[in-house]
């Protein structure tokens, strides 16, 4: 049985962070859901990473969920992670704070699908094959995509391929909202630490605050979020990056940006 695990990498602020169970085409098993939740709580805790990469060892980004290995478990809890730990699905427990960007390719299926939904940014290859497949399995989708599917969508574009389970190529999921950009087979990887090393760029204070504002808007709604914006707002005034923004500014330079 080959047992999943997530690599990592550091390159300068960026955390490349690689899905590696090509044998099973990265089919999420517990060993590997674990490796990824602890990857990117270590990226959280790092004060000197502003960004992740989340890709795939391999042809495929993942198969899904490997249910031969995964049914036994979930009754017990496999997806309830400790408090300190980072759910990478994003529907429970800890939330990330700091932005990810997910590069796909070959099958995404099901919790792969449903990762990147949770995600910030999302580079596909031409070449990908996206299914939510669940309802094929005799169970639903639980890792967000009942929500963020039809947020990104709409009701009427998503439930064709919820209820139904067929699968749909990387030109429709463009046209369903799923992705942020569509590159040439194999230039996945290559575009999304491109994409990270621009948003390590800006000021990171400044990136979680308006991570926070936009996830605000979407989770409590429109009212809730403009009344707490002040909260994100106003120590990003009073910090050292703020003012290194404003020189770099008047110096037309890049910043320099601490993360203070």
């Known amino acids: 049985m080959s047992l999943g695990k997530v690599s990592r990498e550091m390159i300068d602020h960026i955390m490349l962070i690689g899905l590696d169970r090509v044998a099973k085409r990265n089919a999420f098993d517990s060993h590997m859901i674990e490796d990824l939740s602890l990857a990117l709580t270590e990226y ?28 036994p478990k979930i009754p017990h809890g496999i997806f309830n992670f ?18 990810v960007v997910v590069a796909v390719q070959g099958i995404c ?6 990762l990147m939904l949770n995600a910030d940014v999302v580079i596909a290859s031409e070449d990908t094959v996206f299914g939510q497949l669940e309802v094929l399995r005799g169970i639903m989708p639980f890792g967000g995509a009942t929500v963020r599917f039809v947020q990104a969508a709409g009701w009427q574009k998503a439930m064709p391929y919820l209820l139904t389970g067929k699968t749909f190529d990387t030109q429709k999921a463009n046209e ?85």
Request: net charge negative.
């Open 109 to 114: 299926y099901t919790a792969g699908v449903e």
């Open 44 to 71: 959280e805790n790092n004060p000197e990473l502003r960004c992740a990469v989340i890709f795939a060892h391999g042809d495929h980004f993942t198969a899904g969920l490997d249910l031969v290995e995964l049914q």
């Open 82 to 99: 400790a408090d300190a730990q980072i759910n990478p699905w994003g529907v429970a427990g800890r939330q990330r704070t700091k932005p």
């Open 176 to 260: 369903l909202n799923l992705v942020s950009e569509v590159v040439e087979k194999g230039k996945q990887l290559e575009r999304a630490i491109e994409v990270a090393k621009e948003i390590c760029i800006a000021a990171p204070l400044a990136v979680q605050a308006l991570l926070a504002s936009a996830t605000d808007g979407v989770t409590l709604g429109q009212t809730v979020a403009f009344e707490k914006m002040d909260n994100y707002l106003k120590p990003l005034f009073e910090s050292e990056d703020a003012q290194e923004g404003v020189r770099a500014m008047l110096a037309r330079r890049l910043p320099q940006f601490q993360g203070k």
